[in-house]
């Protein structure tokens, strides 16, 4: 492939995709890690996940997170190749793995906690609440729409 050693990447936002696609800039682009721009709004890098910490101690994730083995495979493929801050032989992906054998999580889908998959409460509310909610859905917006004279609605397109 060809290096882009004087390319210059400028990214918004530091969340876990643009940190990704930073990391396979330098990995897989040939572009130098001073030549890229992460411009992030929050003080914080990470978006979404929670990120705090710093470039130096390193960063946790704050919030429950599930980081299973058999999905995410793009995100462990570039976790794979950063070494951990303890021991540089070690990559993140390594020691997440370790992490996960060590501690088994146990998170239920959090609707269904204590309800089991074919609960017939459930089963019995949930059509009722729909067939009630949904004529009510469509008969409010068709209303108001009917209320348009047709041709105001055609000038407007
Ligand atoms: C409570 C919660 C639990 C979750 N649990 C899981 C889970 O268990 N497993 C899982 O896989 N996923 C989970 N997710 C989803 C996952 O965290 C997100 O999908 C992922 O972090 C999104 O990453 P991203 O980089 O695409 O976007 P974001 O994380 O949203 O990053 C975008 C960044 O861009 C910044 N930004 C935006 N606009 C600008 C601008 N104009 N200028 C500068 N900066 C800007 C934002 O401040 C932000 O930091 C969870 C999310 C939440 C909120």
């Known amino acids: 492939m060809k290096s882009h050693e004087e ?44 990120g705090s910490g710093d470039p130096v101690k390193g960063y946790v994730t704050r919030g429950g997170r599930m980081w299973t083995e058999e999905a995410y495979v793009c995100l462990w493929d570039v976790l794979d190749t950063i070494p951990t801050l303890a021991d540089p032989a070690k990559s993140v992906k390594d020691d997440v793995w370790a992490f996960n054998k060590a501690w088994h999580s146990n998170s239920h889908a959090r609707f269904l906690l204590l309800v089991s998959a074919a609960d017939p409460l459930t089963f019995l509310v949930v ?26 609605a055609l000038r407007q397109d």
Do not use: H, Q, T
Not at 33 to 40: L, P, Y
Not at 133 to 151: F, I, L, N
């Open 127 to 152: 059509p009722v609440l729909l067939a009630l909610v949904a004529p009510w859905a469509c008969y409010v917006p068709a209303r108001r729409a009917m209320r348009v004279d047709p041709m105001v």
């Open 7 to 50: 390319a210059k990447a400028y990214i918004v936002g530091a969340g876990i995709a643009s940190l990704s696609a930073a990391v396979l800039l330098i990995r897989d682009g040939g572009f130098r890690g001073s030549n890229i721009r992460i411009m992030e709004e929050l003080e914080v890098a990470g978006g979404a996940l929670d």
